[in-house]
Protein backbone atom coordinates (compact mmCIF):
# COMPACT_ATOMS: atom_id res chain seq x y z
CA UNK A 1 0.00 0.00 0.00
CA UNK A 2 3.23 2.40 0.73
CA UNK A 3 4.53 1.97 -2.60
CA UNK A 4 1.48 2.95 -4.25
CA UNK A 5 0.86 5.86 -2.29
CA UNK A 6 4.41 6.60 -3.00
CA UNK A 7 4.17 6.32 -6.54
CA UNK A 8 1.10 8.06 -7.14
CA UNK A 9 2.60 11.18 -5.32
CA UNK A 10 5.81 11.22 -6.99
CA UNK A 11 3.42 10.72 -10.42
CA UNK A 12 1.23 14.14 -8.88
CA UNK A 13 5.02 15.77 -8.24
CA UNK A 14 6.43 15.06 -12.05
CA UNK A 15 3.37 16.34 -13.28
CA UNK A 16 2.48 19.68 -11.62
CA UNK A 17 6.62 20.24 -11.73
CA UNK A 18 5.91 20.01 -15.80
CA UNK A 19 2.83 22.34 -15.90
CA UNK A 20 4.21 24.66 -13.44
CA UNK A 21 7.03 25.33 -16.05
CA UNK A 22 5.24 26.52 -18.66
CA UNK A 23 6.36 29.92 -20.24
CA UNK A 24 3.49 32.09 -19.64
CA UNK A 25 3.88 35.64 -21.90
CA UNK A 26 2.57 39.16 -20.96
CA UNK A 27 -0.01 40.67 -22.94
CA UNK A 28 2.81 43.06 -24.08
CA UNK A 29 4.96 39.81 -25.37
CA UNK A 30 2.00 38.46 -27.27
CA UNK A 31 1.20 42.52 -28.98
CA UNK A 32 5.27 42.13 -30.18
CA UNK A 33 4.91 38.77 -31.63
CA UNK A 34 1.54 39.80 -33.41
CA UNK A 35 3.67 42.89 -34.77
CA UNK A 36 6.35 40.44 -35.92
CA UNK A 37 4.26 38.16 -37.46
CA UNK A 38 2.22 41.15 -39.50
CA UNK A 39 5.30 42.40 -40.20
CA UNK A 40 6.90 39.75 -41.64
CA UNK A 41 3.52 38.94 -43.84
CA UNK A 42 4.00 42.39 -45.10
CA UNK A 43 7.90 41.54 -45.91
CA UNK A 44 7.03 37.96 -47.62
CA UNK A 45 4.04 40.03 -49.85
CA UNK A 46 6.40 42.67 -50.74
CA UNK A 47 8.87 40.11 -52.01
CA UNK A 48 6.20 38.26 -53.88
CA UNK A 49 4.73 41.55 -55.67
CA UNK A 50 8.21 42.26 -56.75
CA UNK A 51 9.00 38.67 -58.08
CA UNK A 52 5.44 39.05 -60.50
CA UNK A 53 6.63 42.75 -61.23
CA UNK A 54 9.97 41.43 -62.28
CA UNK A 55 8.20 38.17 -64.32
CA UNK A 56 5.83 40.74 -65.95
CA UNK A 57 8.83 42.77 -67.54
CA UNK A 58 10.43 40.24 -68.50
CA UNK A 59 7.57 38.51 -70.26
CA UNK A 60 7.23 41.91 -72.20
Known amino acids: MKKVITSFAA ?3 VIATTISCREKKT ?3 KI ?8 DAVEEGAEEV ?3 VEDATDDN
Open 27 to 29: TGE
Open 50 to 52: KDA
Open 32 to 39: EDAVEEVG
Open 11 to 13: LCL
